[in-house]
């Protein structure tokens, strides 16, 4: 999916499904235009997957999401992933609305689905994977190095592997951290995916730019994830 303004022109913010590292290829779902002074998204693919924000202020190159009702439901696209997934985001972490700062979901729930976060209590980016049944055997990855609030643009990425159970998380191209989970399907009982919040302990609200998302239904490698921060990194002065 693909976000421009509704004039056509790329917009620069952009939530993608798909399979390769292209902003234009066979395996990217649909086109979205977005009105700039509305909050609806629409599908251009004949899907019908538009998607309703909630009041986010678009800015130079993206959305400010400044507090809980700052927010869009997750694409069908996304909501359906459940095995192999690479989450991506070029984002900016402010001052933090609450312990968990999310910028994208396959379920808003507290152990469902799998969550690509800015902020995670006192860590920096991480990935939260759930297990097979929704209990206690879920899992999280995060960025070494202590909070990324106020340090400027940064690029995460999260990746998983549904037939090995691996788990990994990027800072700025770099591999951050890693581990093996489960394998096969995580648990996610209902499409119920985010943009910019979660529901565990509490409505959290997302207080960040953000630039650019990519979901793929793949797990990339280093080399791709490498790749697509090289692509943007001079925008970003990173």
């Known amino acids: 999916i693909i976000l421009t303004d509704a004039s056509g022109v790329d917009y620069n913010f952009k939530v993608y499904v798909a399979d390769n590292c292209s902003d234009s290829g066979t395996y990217i779902v649909g086109t979205v235009s977005v009105d700039i002074g509305g909050t609806t998204w629409y599908d251009r693919s004949g899907n019908g997957d538009n998607i309703t924000f909630a009041n986010a202020i678009p ?59 800015s902020a995670y209590h006192s860590y920096g980016g991480a990935f939260w994977v759930a297990d097979g049944s929704g209990s206690s055997g879920d ?14 643009v940064f690029h995460l990425v999260a990746t998983r592997n549904t037939s090995t159970g691996a788990i990994k998380i990027y800072l700025n191209g770099e591999l951050s951290a890693s581990a093996t989970h489960i394998t096969g399907d995580v648990y996610t009982p209902t499409d119920n995916g ?45």
């Open 59 to 117: 800015y130079d190159g993206g959305f400010n999401f400044t507090t809980t009702s700052h927010y869009a439901p997750a694409p069908t696209a996304v909501e359906s992933l459940k095995g192999d997934i690479t989450m991506e985001t070029w984002c900016e972490q402010y001052s933090r609305n609450g312990p968990h700062q999310t910028i994208i979901c396959t379920h808003q729930d507290h152990r469902r689905g799998m969550k690509l976060m």
């Open 139 to 152: 899992n999280l990855l995060d960025t070494a190095g202590g909070t990324l609030e106020n340090t400027g």
């Open 194 to 238: 985010f943009i910019g919040k979660e529901y565990h302990s509490g409505g959290y609200g997302l207080k960040a730019d953000v630039s650019l998302i990519r979901v793929y239904n793949k797990e990339l490698s280093a080399t791709e994830v490498l790749q697509n921060f090289n692509v943007h990194r001079t925008r970003f002065g990173v």
